[in-house]
Nanobody, 118 residues
Framework: QVQLVESGGGLVQPGGSLRLSCVASGFTFSWYTMNWYRQAPGKERELVASITGPGTSASYVESVKGRFTISRDNAENTVYLQMNSMKPEDTAVYYC???????????WGQGTQVTVSS
């Protein structure tokens, strides 16, 4: 049974930091690119950050470059999103996603709410 379980969301003031975690089970974690998406109210879901299976390459949407860092621990089947210098526009539900392009397989977590407000 495939599971992606996110944690670490919450309320943070502008300029603050949060660290999201996503623990995976039920599939070979290191074979999958791991992504963090977010969806704000009334907006489409957007890809925030990606990291390759071995963890050797990462990419980010322009709006979070220099503030967010994605990382993974393949021994612990966990992917992280460190979010610093947060802004109100970072407010959204954040979703963990596992993607294997060669098989067109995607798995999703249930999402965790992140709210940036004073």
């Amino acid at each position: 049974q495939v599971q992606l379980v996110e944690s670490g969301g919450g309320l943070v003031q502008p300029g603050g930091s949060l660290r999201l975690s996503c623990v995976a089970s039920g599939f070979t974690f290191s074979w999958y690119t791991m992504n963090w998406y977010r969806q704000a109210p009334g907006k489409e879901r957007e890809l925030v950050a990606s990291i390759t299976g071995p963890g050797t390459s990462a990419s980010y949407v322009e709006s979070v470059k220099g503030r967010f860092t994605i990382s993974r621990d393949n021994a612990e089947n966990t992917v992280y999103l460190q979010m610093n210098s947060m802004k109100p526009e970072d407010t959204a539900v954040y979703y963990c996603n596992a993607e294997r392009v060669v098989t067109a397989v995607n798995y999703w977590g249930q999402g965790t709410q992140v709210t940036v407000s004073s």
